[in-house]
């Protein structure tokens, strides 16, 4: 892929980066490379887990459900920081805005974790209760709010790109809109491919932060202000 951004006014510096956006920006690379990790990891390793079948914020319950709890709210700091650098950066509000709702959503759903459903923790009965915690209710509206807001984030980031970087910016917006179309069926329908289907949603969408913050880390600050 292409290094250059749009750069049709100037190359100088923007005013309002700081010595520390390059680290801001980095924790647009390190906090979803840590969240896929854990998520791919922790599904593969806990007793009684389906990773095909069960959605990631299972993971928030059991024994060890700390570490998934940890993960949504430490990657939601590093992206709200990344959010930061990237206003820095692209002179975006929008993109930052975008951004930073992704890490606050994340935040919120490893506060109030999901409740006991569908099989897991084992023991627990199959299927979805009747009766939903409010505390499941606040996580389950996180969820929407983070795939919509990053493919939304590809489109406004995608004004800032040109070339390929452009074109694989409103790729994942578009793949992933399918697959939380997808998934959310999948869901509703208690299928046996939901968790696998979230897991591709989450490694399309997670994959374009990551790989944009490298992209931004590796050229010139000049960008377009428009």
């Known amino acids: 892929m292409p290094t250059a951004l749009e750069d049709d006014r100037s190359r100088r510096a923007s005013p309002h980066e700081g010595p520390s956006t390059r680290v801001l920006i ?15 990891v922790e599904g593969a390793m806990r007793p009684g887990y389906d990773p095909t079948y069960h959605v990631g914020s299972a993971l928030s319950l059991g024994q060890r459900g700390g570490i998934q709890i940890a993960n949504f709210i430490l990657t939601g700091g590093l992206l709200m920081g990344y959010a930061v650098g990237v206003h820095q950066r692209l002179q975006s509000r929008a993109a930052a805005l975008l951004i930073g709702i992704v890490g606050l959503a994340l935040v919120i759903a490893g506060c109030f974790t999901m409740d006991p459903m569908r099989g897991y923790p084992p023991g627990t ?8 915690t409010w505390h499941h209710q606040v996580h389950d509206s996180a969820g929407p709010v983070i795939f919509l807001a990053i493919p939304a984030s590809c489109v406004v980031v995608a004004r800032r790109l040109r070339g390929a970087w452009r074109l694989y910016s409103f790729a994942t917006m578009a793949t992933g809109l399918a697959l939380l179309v997808w998934f959310v069926t999948a869901w509703n329908r208690d ?12 490694v399309v969408d997670f994959s374009w932060l990551a790989v944009v913050a490298a992209h931004l880390l590796r050229r ?3 960008v377009r202000t428009d």
């Not at 980095?26 to 791919?40: K, R, S, Y």
């Not at 299928?191 to 989450?202: D, E, K, S």
């Open 220 to 222: 010139d600050p000049g």
């Open 191 to 202: 299928a046996a491919n939901a968790g696998l289907l979230q897991r591709a949603m989450i």
């Open 125 to 132: 009965p199959t299927g979805t209760p009747t009766h939903l």
């Open 26 to 40: 980095g924790c647009g690379i390190f906090g979803p490379a840590l969240f896929v990790t854990v998520l791919l």
